[in-house]
């Protein structure tokens, strides 16, 4: 079983949706971070959260420590948000773990 | 600002044949910096990370090593290819456990 779970791994919606990703986690984290690769495979880091929720633009990012699980939202999803969306966490040290990523597919 | 340079965009390469990526980070001074693999369907793995000059961490038994000699310069490095290094290397900084990362976009190597 992966350390980090994310669902759905492939999600296709109409332009203007409100979209969710999930992501699920079984060890102890100092951060989780939410992670946005585009087809060419470049890789903008989104969020990083230790607690509570983050909003930067349609982008919204919450996390519950105690149920070891994270969502991310877009709100009035657009084409230009198509993308894999990778959610990663980091237990202490330097290494993070990736979660297999969730292809998001706006349809205009 | 702060900006992270990573080349080539694209390579193939025979097996058997040496391999040298190569990351450089600037506007920052001692950054943390980490070489990340994915392989094709599955997710981003750490393959090296550095916290300074000379100093690199190895997370899995491979046939890839890594080089820090300057403070923002990454290199990764293959003596003898092998089919199963093709994938999708990505050089990625941070200042450290509590701040955020900084990536690269990324070399698509193929070994053929």
């Known amino acids: 079983k992966n350390e980090v779970e994310q669902s759905p791994q492939n999600l296709t919606a109409q332009e203007g949706e409100f979209i969710t990703i999930n992501c699920s986690y079984s060890v102890g984290i100092s951060a989780l971070h939410w992670l946005q690769q585009h087809p060419g495979g470049g890789i903008v880091s989104l969020f990083m959260l230790s607690s509570g929720k983050k909003k930067h633009g349609r982008l919204i990012a919450t996390i519950n420590i105690q149920e070891k699980h994270s969502s991310l939202h877009i709100t009035a999803s657009h084409p230009r948000d198509s993308a894999v969306y990778i959610c990663?966490?980091?237990?202490?040290?330097?290494?993070?773990?990736f979660g297999t990523g969730t292809r998001l597919t706006i349809i205009p | 600002s702060q900006t992270i340079h990573q080349w080539p965009a694209t390579l193939v390469q025979p097996v058997g044949s040496p391999l040298s990526l190569e990351c450089t980070v600037e506007g920052t001074s001692n950054p943390n910096l980490y070489w990340y693999r994915q392989a094709a369907g599955r997710g981003l793995q750490l393959l090296f990370y550095?916290?300074?000059?000379?100093?690199i961490s190895s997370e899995v038994p491979q046939n890839l090593s890594a080089s820090r000699p300057q403070d923002r310069q990454f290199i990764l490095s293959s003596k003898k290819l092998l089919l199963s290094d093709s994938g999708f290397y990505l050089c990625a900084w941070s200042k450290g456990a509590n701040y955020g990362y900084t990536f690269g976009s990324g070399t698509r190597l193929t070994v053929v």
């Open positions: 990663a966490v980091r237990a202490g040290n330097e290494k993070l773990t």
């Open positions: 550095s916290v300074g000059i000379g100093q």
